[in-house]
């Protein structure tokens, strides 16, 4: 079974500066899907950002961007020029490509607190 | 707004009793996905229905069931219930109508069950 795991219950970051967000995951597929989904207070998923395991190529979404390991199985989010707006609970999750059965694994997510 | 639809938004119940929820996907995604978020914990998987069919299971309890109706809206029934299953409910849905499997999954504002 795939696990996520992300590390740190709670985060904080100044208002402007960079932080990154920590996540490993245990799989022995080779091909699969990350994504990082923001929840904020709302309650409300938002997706953030994906990574296919197949491209080498880091993932970026304007001030988001992830740092993917294969080999260490790991997926770290990182958040340049942090707003207000960006504290939230971050959710790691992990998806098998397999056609028409792809439920999401969760990790048990990360609390950002944005400091002014 | 993600087009994915859950009703109600709070549902108040005592130990004991039966509630159904619904989910309403996006128009022409044919897979729905049910999810449960206890307090401070990430998603857990539960279920999978692809057109009509049941396609994955996760930990769901047996007191648990769902259906997913030709018209592809989706309800979650829950039985028995207990003080444990007070959480969050999201339903999500993909467009998985292709064999490319890069379709994320568009999450409702999720039903907030509380169980007394």
């Known amino acids: 079974a795939q696990t996520v795991t992300q590390s740190q219950p709670e985060m904080s970051v100044q208002e402007a500066e960079t932080v990154t967000l920590s996540c490993t995951y245990d799989?022995?597929?080779?091909?699969?899907?990350l994504f990082w989904y923001k929840q904020p207070p709302s309650r409300q998923m938002i997706l953030v950002i994906r990574?296919?395991?197949?491209?080498?190529q880091n993932a970026t979404e304007n001030r988001f961007s992830v740092n993917f390991q294969k080999a260490a199985k790991s997926f770290s989010l990182k958040i340049s020029d942090s707003q207000l707006g960006d504290a939230a609970m971050y959710f790691c999750?992990?998806?098998?490509?397999?056609?028409?059965?792809?439920?999401?694994?969760f990790g048990a997510g990360t609390r950002l607190t944005v400091k002014p | 707004d993600s087009g994915v639809t859950q009703t109600p938004k709070h549902l108040i119940t005592a130990t004991g009793q039966r509630v159904t929820l619904r989910c309403s996907p996006r128009?022409?995604?044919?897979?729905v996905y049910w999810y449960q978020q206890s307090l401070d914990q990430g998603l857990q998987f539960l279920i999978q229905?692809?057109?009509?069919?049941?396609?994955a299971k996760g930990n769901i309890l047996e007191r648990f069931s769902a259906q997913q109706f030709p018209d592809l809206h989706s309800e979650l029934n829950l039985s028995s219930l207990e003080l444990g299953d007070s959480a969050l409910y999201f339903c999500?849905?993909?467009?998985?109508?292709?064999?490319?499997?890069?379709?994320?999954?568009?999450f409702g504002p999720g039903t907030r069950l509380t169980v007394l």
């Open positions: 799989t022995s597929e080779s091909d699969y899907y």
């Open positions: 999750a992990y998806r098998r490509a397999v056609y028409n059965n792809n439920d999401m694994r």
């Open positions: 128009s022409g995604d044919l897979s």
């Open positions: 999500a849905s993909s467009p998985a109508r292709t064999r490319n499997p890069l379709h994320e999954q568009f």
């Open positions: 990574q296919e395991a197949y491209k080498q």
């Open positions: 229905y692809y057109n009509g069919e049941e396609r």
